[in-house]
């Protein structure tokens, strides 16, 4: 009788709370991720010849002042929208903002900063 | 729920104004030319309202609906003497056999086309061979098939659009003959699109199922997912293979492909500037002497005496 309670209360907070894998599971799962990161990350250390000619000249532009700038309204956006999305009754909101516009405005300043130096670089 | 109030809000004041102007008519002796103007104000201010209200919740003329406008990029061919980079046109075309033509035609290009451009033509005649094409039925009327020959067109992916749309979930992956001058900014669009997909789309951005971000198309949800990766092709001459190589290569050739008298334009225009400009100044030099003539001759008048 207490056992099947126990089931059904099981049962229900499934249904509520996201699927959790076991406690062991998630030890070698960790384990195994930061593995892998390690070893994407040597690789990355490896390969850094063989990068993307236009994602290494956006990143620098990236680091650029303005670029930190635009990047950090970016995040600030995104963060600001995460929080909503986190607010009860968000799929009943009748506007929901967006980071396109920040988005735009910091890829436009990567784009204008790294275009006209990117084919130089390439064949 | 804005939109609502501020129509009630409207909705209330322009009654109060008909009921106010309703007892001063009956006051004094009746105007017609009173009604006119409250009613045309009445009328302006509801559809003032109505539209302020509906601009609120609007989505028209936003960024995103225009897509990112894609940089300039220094292309070979730019310039008034610069031709295509035609190894690049080489590499572009094998991007395009290996990547591209799964999904997207090349209708109006014939494989002629391609000798003397990018390949040999022995090299064409043996990609020409590798397809099958309809051939004259036999004696018996049985459809037969031949390998492909110089003076056919490159073959699509697929026999007629519902086939392409059934492919590719009811998106159409458009020919791609004349897509650099199909789209607004040419070869720039074409390489931002394709080296432009984010990682993730900008935080807020709800796509339909099974479409991808890219912020340069308009609407910024593409069917077509990002296709170039580092090292995904390896080209026979050796150069590296970067994301960008590859889309600087395959916008070179699509270029081509749309453009294909594009050096010849340039060579043919550079002629006919220089001719053109050396008989106007030939001109202007044989019309000194034409005008000779004319222009050095003199009028005069000479009274007549007067009598005495």
Same mark, same amino acid.
């Given at each position: 009788m207490l056992s099947s309670i126990i089931d059904y209360v099981e049962e229900l907070k499934d249904q509520f709370v996201p699927y959790v894998a076991k406690a062991e599971d998630d030890v070698e799962d960790s384990n195994d991720a930061d593995e892998d990161e390690d070893e994407d990350d040597e690789d990355d250390e490896d390969e850094d010849e063989a990068k993307d000619q236009y994602d290494e000249l956006k990143e620098e532009c990236l680091n650029t002042e303005k670029g930190k700038e635009l990047h950090h309204h970016y995040l600030e956006c995104a963060e600001r929208v995460q929080k909503q999305k986190e607010q009860p009754g968000y799929e009943d909101l009748e506007h929901k903002e967006d980071c396109v516009e920040e988005f735009f405005h910091l890829q436009h300043y990567l784009d204008s900063c790294a275009a006209p130096r990117l084919f130089s670089k390439l064949k | 729920m804005f939109s609502k109030s501020i129509f009630n809000r409207v909705a209330s004041k322009a009654a109060a104004r008909t009921m106010a102007t309703a007892a001063g008519t009956s006051a004094k002796a009746a105007s017609s030319s009173k009604f006119l103007i409250t009613g045309a104000a009445l009328a302006g201010v509801t559809a003032s309202g109505l539209l302020y209200a509906d601009s609120l919740t609007a989505n028209a003329m936003t960024a995103a609906e225009h897509g990112l406008h894609s940089p300039e990029f220094d292309w070979?061919?730019?310039? %008034?003497f610069e031709t295509f980079d035609h190894a690049s046109i080489r590499r572009g075309y094998q991007v395009y056999r290996e990547v591209c033509a799964a999904c997207h035609s090349?209708?109006? !290009?014939?494989?002629?086309?391609?000798v003397g451009v990018s390949h040999t033509n022995s090299e064409v005649k043996a990609m020409a061979e590798e397809f099958e094409y309809d051939d004259e039925p036999d004696d018996d009327g049985n459809p037969k098939k031949r390998p492909g020959k110089l003076a056919d067109n490159i073959p699509?992916?697929? %026999?007629?659009e519902q086939a392409a749309r059934a492919a590719n979930q009811g998106a159409l992956p458009p020919d791609l003959s004349l897509i650099v001058k199909a789209r607004h900014g040419g070869s720039d669009y074409i390489f931002s699109l394709l080296?432009?997909?984010?990682?993730?789309?900008?935080?807020g951005v709800v796509l339909p199922v099974g479409a991808n971000y890219n912020p340069?198309? %308009?609407? =910024?949800?593409?069917?077509? =997912?990002? !296709?170039?990766?580092?090292?995904?092709v390896e080209y026979e001459d050796g150069t590296p293979a970067t994301t960008s190589q590859m889309a600087k290569d395959v916008t070179q050739f699509l270029n081509w492909a749309s453009e294909p008298e594009h050096d010849e334009r340039k060579r043919q225009g550079l002629k006919a500037i220089i001719i053109l400009s050396s008989l106007y100044l030939l001109s202007v030099w044989v019309k000194k002497f034409k005008w000779a003539g004319i222009k050095t001759r003199k009028f005069t008048f000479t009274p007549p005496k007067p009598r005495k």
């Open positions: - | 070979p061919q730019n310039g %008034p090349l209708d109006r !290009v014939a494989w002629r086309t391609l699509g992916p697929y %026999p007629n080296t432009g997909y984010p990682e993730e789309p900008p935080e340069y198309f %308009p609407g =910024g949800s593409i069917a077509m =997912g990002r !296709v170039l990766f580092d090292d995904l």
